[in-house]
């Protein structure tokens, strides 16, 4: 077996079988490659959905209680059986030649991590014929909603660190280890992922927030593992970004009658950039909170 791909998922049959479809059509030879699907506890049939495919290459199937997606991956690596280690998450599709490509760098270069090209998009169809904008750009070193590395190098770092029960970083706690090992990363290009996000609007919104609040949560549990300017960078853990939430939230606007009005008046009248860039503020607020929480929970 040269790969095995980790899809750990929660409550996402309906975009996960889409996943998984185009898995089915890749040109790398299907019988050197298996999936596996760690499910974290889903309740919407997500079980029945996967073992009712009937799959060209190995898919396997796995269900744990509701542990987080960390638990999840370190499941998915206990049971792989291929040489290259594919992370993708479960609403990540991919081009056809998503898995010949990971593994013709694998084989081009050594002691790497792949990084594939990730596309936002909030529809699925045609594909292939969505662009990169300067929003899907990524600089994290390990971010397994498309990245692969040899399992050598893993069973070296030791497995995710389940102390991430919540949403956010383990992925890139996971990149930090992996870097002190000397890995270099690669960025190929032709490695392809489709990331659907659904449109969002104000009802979604609290739901956002209280994601964020735990993605704040978790910085601190990574932050405290990893202290180092670069961590401190990339979670926004130090007074630029705390003075700079402190100073788009004054007078604590986002919790007024009048904003929550100003709110659904852009969503009625269909303003939605403009709705946008107010729900980023919010949510952003959301996870500064998660941080500022955590820091005084742990003093």
């Known amino acids: 077996m040269e790969a095995s791909i980790i899809i750990p998922t929660y409550n996402r049959k309906n975009i996960l079988k889409r996943v998984l479809n185009t898995l089915f059509t890749q040109t790398y030879p299907r019988n050197t490659y298996e999936i596996i699907i760690v499910d974290d506890g889903s309740t919407d049939g997500t079980e029945r959905m996967v073992k009712g495919l ?156 209280a994601k964020e609040e735990a993605r704040g949560r978790t910085a601190v549990i990574f932050y405290k593992k990893h202290s180092t300017f670069s961590v401190k960078c990339m979670t926004q853990i130090s007074f630029p970004f705390f003075f700079l939430d402190r100073l788009l939230t004054i007078g604590n606007w986002i919790n007024t009658n009048w904003a929550q009005k100003l709110l659904f008046y852009l969503e009625k009248q269909e303003h939605y950039l403009l709705l946008n860039f107010f729900m980023k503020i919010i949510s952003q607020h959301s996870y ?12």
């Not at 070193?141 to 692969?148: K, V, Y």
């Not at 890995?183 to 919104?205: I, R």
């Not at 500064?288 to 003093?299: D, E, S």
Request: with cysteine; net charge positive.
């Open 54 to 209: 009937s799959a060209p290459c190995i898919l396997r199937y796995f269900r744990q209680d509701k542990k987080g997606p960390a638990a999840a991956r370190n499941y998915g690596l206990r049971q792989a059986k291929g040489e290259i280690i594919i992370f993708i998450d479960s609403d990540i599709l991919v081009d056809s030649h998503f898995v010949e490509e990971h593994l013709r760098y694998h084989q081009k270069y050594e002691q790497i991590v792949v990084r594939g090209l990730v596309i936002n998009t909030p529809e699925i169809e045609n594909l292939a014929e969505k662009k990169m904008k300067l929003t899907d750009i990524s600089t994290a070193f390990f971010a397994t909603g498309n990245t692969s590395v040899r399992k050598v190098h893993l069973s070296k770092v030791g497995p995710f660190d389940e102390d991430f029960t919540e949403y956010g970083w383990e992925d890139l706690e996971m990149g930090e280890r992996l870097r002190k090992l000397g890995l270099k990363v690669k960025t190929n290009k032709k490695a392809l992922g489709y990331h659907y996000q659904k449109e969002l609007y104000l009802a979604d919104l609290p739901k956002i927030c």
């Open 288 to 299: 500064m909170n998660g941080i500022r929480k955590a820091l005084k929970k742990r003093k």
